[in-house]
């Protein structure tokens, strides 16, 4: 029994030595990161937002609607803070714990998320200027008087710009999405888009054709009576 406790108590330096010491220094290490990733990563967006006047820009063309209420400031913040976040994870991990076991596996892990997150700003950034693009010319469509339907174009327009930014950021986004199946999806989403255009075109002249028919008889009997 004895020797059992002083086989423990040997052991207790090294515990301390190799696992406790590294773990408390990691978790401070990683509580600094934490502060330093939110805070630079406020700071870089806040700054890029202001010098280009992205707020002021969006609110001018009226484009917020364009990202479906979707405070895309926040988005970018929380992006760029786990970017920062990983990187900072995985010094701390080199200054602390890189000898422990499994500690090599993990910074893997973290290295082919870190090279991921590149993959998904650039594809949020993609999506982001297509949405916006979208929403800019279905309000500059509203606004020609003179266009038949022009409620149904631009509802149009904007949803196959929309969906051509999906498509073209998804392998950003998914980097492993199966892009055959993607490509069936979109052909059905456009032909319900084409279906729906076509219902609501019959509909609007089956309603109001008829008064534009009934009209032009109208006329094309006078003159051919005062003849």
């Not at 040997?10 to 934490?34: D, E, G, K, Q």
């Not at 080199?94 to 700003?121: H, N, P, W």
């Not at 929309?162 to 998914?174: D, E, Q, T, W």
């Amino acid at each position: 029994m004895n020797s059992i406790i002083e086989q423990m108590l040997l052991l207790i330096p090294s515990v301390i030595n190799n696992i406790v010491i590294p773990f408390t220094l990691f978790l401070v290490l990683l509580m600094l990161v934490w502060v330093l990733s939110n805070s630079i990563a406020n700071r870089i967006i806040s700054a890029i937002w202001k010098v280009f006047k992205i707020d002021e820009t969006l609110e001018k063309f009226k484009l917020k609607d364009a990202l479906l209420g979707i405070d895309i400031k926040s988005v970018f913040s929380t992006l760029l803070f786990v970017y920062l976040l990983l990187i900072g994870m995985i010094l701390a991990m080199d200054l602390s714990i890189k000898r422990v076991a499994g500690a090599l596996e993990m910074q893997q892990v973290l290295r082919s998320i870190l090279t991921y997150m590149s993959s998904l700003f650039q594809g949020v950034i993609i999506l982001v200027l297509f949405l916006i693009i979208a929403d800019l010319i279905s309000d500059r469509i509203r606004e020609k008087d003179h266009l038949v339907m022009k409620d149904y174009l631009a509802m149009i327009t904007q949803v196959f710009i929309a969906i051509l930014g999906f498509v073209i950021a998804m392998p950003a986004i998914f980097p492993s999405s199966n892009m055959q199946l993607l490509g069936q999806i979109v052909l059905v989403m456009f032909a319900g888009i084409a279906l729906a255009f076509a219902l609501a075109f019959g509909l609007a002249f089956g309603l109001g054709g008829q008064d534009v028919v009934a009209k032009r008889l109208e006329k094309f009997v006078k003159e051919n009576i005062d003849k």
